[in-house]
């Protein structure tokens, strides 16, 4: 077969394969005549653009310009991306929401909402109101596109010349950007925010409408943010009726409201109204003459009965008011909230006074303070040391780590494992990736075997650590989410509390097991009502029962070991001796947060201590200023001795005479009354006088129609040793559990 193939001429029949190599080769050399053709006509063409001498130099220059500047936009884009995340449009609108606010006996503390809206034109502002802030705040800001280089270097040298600031380089855009968008602590990145942000702002609107945005939003002292709740609030009239004299005193307050505020300080104030006159004429937008009697006659202010305004509480429950009346179509309201005006004026003393004292010294500059009793009903909120320098709200919006403050939780999904206070465990823990959990003490643990309770006192690490990774960090993701407590990611030190979380969650969280397990909520908000006086929100009606969250055993072994903690442990210096006091201790890395959590049978408290920059504080831990805190509080905020008894925890000997004493009173005197009934029975924004008459008419109606009256409910108790009937039955001697 092979012999005929070749004998055919088989392979010359089928491929040609002469041919076939010319013609390859014919490619290749027409391919690569074409190739050099083409390489030598792209350099004839190019050597025309060769530059030589001083045309190369410049050349070059302008090279290396393009090279740097497209790297200096990838860096500014870099720089700018955190900024552009912070822009939010929903925050250009101030809410339709007018609320009036009353505490828990229903005298009126404040108001929110509509006083600080774009209600009044910019046309109908005072054109020496406007000229005034233009003075002092900014005098370029019709020239600069939102950050004026050349007066925030004139304002360096300024205050290098008087070594001190006297001076402050921010635009009016970037006060704005920082009042809409950005919290108010100092730093870098907060600054960067603020000036690319500033750029934003004057990207989009005109200057009109930002200084008609900077005006309605600045916040003027005595909780009124814009120019015409200050014109209302300093002179009882409308901005649009306000005298030179008087716009000088607002302007003034842009800088400091509380430093300059004339109800706080009319000295002050006298002083930088004459300094804003002054600023017009330096400006030339007065003469010396046009500003003479503004200073012949300056400013005089209406007198207000409640000064004390509780401001970090009506803050939150503003937006609380907001979430709850959402939908409803009612934006004229009145709320009646749960903040007893005493106790918040004892958080604010007791806080501002450990961080203007021992604070300055320790390096703690910011605080915060949240009090509610075990149900969630929140009783004072302290969100800084000065609400008119900064209304940023630390104590609500704030996420700070809160350190060892977080173990509790870890420990709770360890009771709810089977494990007990008395169960042992050992002080040591596994690797977790490269990282080995540490104890305060810098060791990686003894090994030794020691009770539950006395790891959670002794605040260790490795055991924590070890019990989240052997429990699993799922189920405590779970644990902390079922509390209600958010912030939280999963990563191997998560069981030291190296999330974020905010006071209020966080207190809430700890509630939780002081309410002998059922979930809390905090909540400031008991009934609003609208224009016309009807109920469109009853937490008692709209809200249901608190769900139970964690076995009773668990809160009550729980409750134990927090009380080991501070009678036993790292919690000392919150001890009380007039109640049981529980709690942990929380110090964050660096001991840049120091945290105490606690509670009595009624009141749990948390406290914070730290900086607004994030800076170390001077070796603060949770055990010291924070539990002295924490301690000067509750030792105030309770005024009597009838104090529940802590679930898993036996009576205090102060509570047992208490209550034998309420007991005793009850037998003997049949119209005593108890005050916890007094409070419930008050607790309404309808008199008692009124709700008696509209149950008449509706016992009337019901009989009218042939249907027996509605038997009016008991008024409930707390369960527990709080119950007056329960108290009545004990004996003399008896112990209540």
Request: with cysteine; glycine share 8%.
């Amino acid at each position: 077969m092979s012999d005929w193939f070749f004998k055919q001429g088989g392979r010359d029949r089928i491929i040609d394969w002469l041919s076939l190599d010319s013609k390859i080769d014919s490619l290749i050399s027409e391919t690569s005549g074409r190739v050099r053709d083409t390489w030598n006509s792209a350099s004839s063409f190019f050597a025309r653009f060769k530059l030589t001498g001083w045309k190369r130099v410049a050349n070059e220059l302008a090279c290396e310009c393009l090279t740097l500047g497209a790297g200096g936009l990838v860096l500014l884009y870099a720089l700018a991306l955190p900024a552009f995340k912070e822009f939010d449009e929903s925050k250009y609108q101030t809410g339709q929401f007018a609320v009036t606010f009353l505490d828990q006996n229903g005298n009126e503390i404040g108001k929110r909402g509509i006083l600080h809206n774009d209600a009044v034109p910019l046309e109908e502002i005072p054109d020496y109101l406007i000229k005034a802030a233009l003075a002092t705040e900014d005098r370029r800001f019709f020239e600069h596109f939102g950050v004026d280089f050349f007066g925030t270097a004139r304002a360096v040298m300024e205050n290098v010349r008087a070594s001190g600031v006297v001076q402050g380089g921010s635009t009016l855009t970037q006060q704005l950007a920082k009042n809409l968008f950005l919290s108010p602590e100092r730093s870098i990145q907060r600054k960067l925010k603020e000036v690319f942000l500033a750029f934003l702002l004057e990207s989009r609107h005109s200057k009109r409408e930002i200084l008609k945005m900077y005006l309605d939003r600045a916040y003027m002292g005595g909780g009124a943010f814009g120019v015409e709740a200050a014109a209302q609030f300093y002179f009882g009239k409308p901005v649009k009726d306000i005298s030179m004299a008087e716009a000088a005193l607002m302007a003034g307050l842009f800088k400091a409201p509380t430093k300059y505020a004339p109800h706080v300080d009319l000295a002050a104030s006298r002083a930088r109204t004459n300094e804003v006159l002054s600023n017009l004429v330096e400006a030339g937008f007065y003469t010396a003459g046009q500003v003479h009697n503004a200073r012949l006659f300056p400013a005089k202010i209406v007198e207000h009965s409640n000064p004390d305004s509780p401001d970090w509480f009506l803050d939150w429950a503003f937006e609380e008011v907001q979430r709850l009346a959402r939908g409803k179509g009612e934006y004229v309201l009145t709320a009646r909230t749960t903040v007893d005006l005493k106790l918040q004026k004892a958080a604010e003393e007791a806080l501002i006074s450990t961080i203007k004292g021992e604070g300055r010294y320790a390096r703690a500059r910011a605080g915060a303070l949240v009090s509610m009793e075990t149900d969630g009903t929140v009783r004072a909120i302290v969100g800084g040391t000065d609400y008119g320098v900064s209304q940023f709200n630390r104590a609500t919006s704030a996420r700070r780590q809160p350190g060892s403050s977080f173990k509790p939780y870890v420990y709770a999904i360890a009771l709810e494992s089977g494990m007990r206070p008395n169960t042992m465990v050992r002080d040591r823990s596994r690797n977790c990736g490269r990282w080995s959990p540490k104890n305060y003490n810098g060791s990686y643990g003894s090994g030794a075997r020691v009770p539950l309770q006395y790891a959670l006192a002794k605040s260790y690490n490795t055991t924590a650590v070890e019990l989240s990774l052997s429990i699993g960090r799922d189920k405590l993701m779970e644990m902390v989410n079922r509390l209600g407590v958010s912030g939280v990611q999963k990563t191997c030190s998560m069981a030291l509390g190296d999330g974020g979380v905010t006071v209020l969650e966080h207190t809430g969280g700890y509630a939780t097991f002081a309410n002998d397990g059922k979930l809390v909520k905090p909540y400031g908000v008991l009934e609003i009502v609208n224009s016309r006086g009807e109920l469109i929100y009853s937490r008692e009606r709209d809200e249901k029962p608190a769900p139970q969250v964690l076995e009773k055993r668990v809160a009550e072994d729980m409750n134990q070991m927090l009380f080991e903690v501070v009678h036993a442990g790292t919690g000392g210096r919150a001890k009380l001796d007039f109640t049981h006091a529980v709690g942990k201790t929380g110090t964050s890395s660096s001991y840049r947060d120091a945290w105490f959590m606690g509670f009595t049978g009624k009141y749990v408290t948390g406290v914070w201590l730290g900086n607004d920059d994030f800076r170390p504080t001077n070796r603060i831990t949770g055990g010291s200023l924070p539990a002295q805190t924490w301690k000067a509080f509750m030792s105030v905020a309770h005024t009597d001795m009838n104090i529940p008894t802590i679930p898993g925890l036996d009576p205090h000997p102060v509570q047992i005479g208490e209550m034998q004493r309420l007991a005793y009173l009850r037998q003997t005197d049949p119209a005593y009354k108890d005050p916890a009934n007094r409070e419930t029975a008050s607790a309404s924004l309808l008199p008692d006088k009124t709700r008696k008459a509209l149950q008449t008419v509706v016992d009337a109606m019901r009989k009218a129609n042939g249907v027996e009256p509605a038997e009016v409910p008991a008024v409930p108790q707390p369960d527990g040793v709080t119950n007056p009937d329960k108290r009545a039955e004990l004996k003399d001697g008896q112990v209540p559990r």
